[in-house]
């Protein structure tokens, strides 16, 4: 059965770090794009961050840039999410998503498996 499970989330002080982690099994890893989305509460989930097949091709949401690094292990399946700098604005459900497409990918609909979400609050 094909699943994604994420871990790692938390409460935390603004200022404060996380770092998600989420594993793939039951599917094809790689070379396919990965990404991490939110969602926060009577909002519509949101792109945060994405990777390409490689580590160094990454690309995220203008609120995270330089405060979040998204990077994967395809010998582990696993993709993370370092979240610096946390902020209370930063306080959603995370879920890691596998895109249909080995280029960049951000809108919802590009994404065909996800996980069941990380809560990730972060206190003022």
């Known amino acids: 059965q094909a699943q994604l499970v994420e871990s790692g989330g938390g409460l935390v002080q603004a200022g404060g770090s996380l770092r998600l982690s989420c594993t793939a099994s039951?599917?094809?890893?790689?070379?396919?794009?990965m990404g991490w989305f939110r969602q926060a509460p009577g909002k519509e989930r949101e792109f945060v961050a994405g990777?390409?097949?490689?580590?160094?091709?990454?690309y995220y949401a203008d609120s995270v840039k330089g405060r979040f690094t998204i990077s994967r292990d395809n010998a582990k399946s696993t993709v993370y999410l370092r979240m610096n700098s946390l902020k209370p604005e930063d306080t959603a459900v995370y879920f890691c998503?596998?895109?249909?497409?080995?280029?960049?990918?951000?809108?919802?609909?590009?994404?065909?498996?996800w996980g069941q979400g990380t809560q990730v609050t972060v206190s003022s």
């Open positions: 998503a596998r895109s249909r497409t080995v280029a960049q990918a951000m809108g919802v609909e590009e994404y065909d498996y």
């Open positions: 039951g599917l094809t890893f790689s070379p396919y794009t």
């Open positions: 990777v390409r097949w490689s580590s160094s091709m990454t």
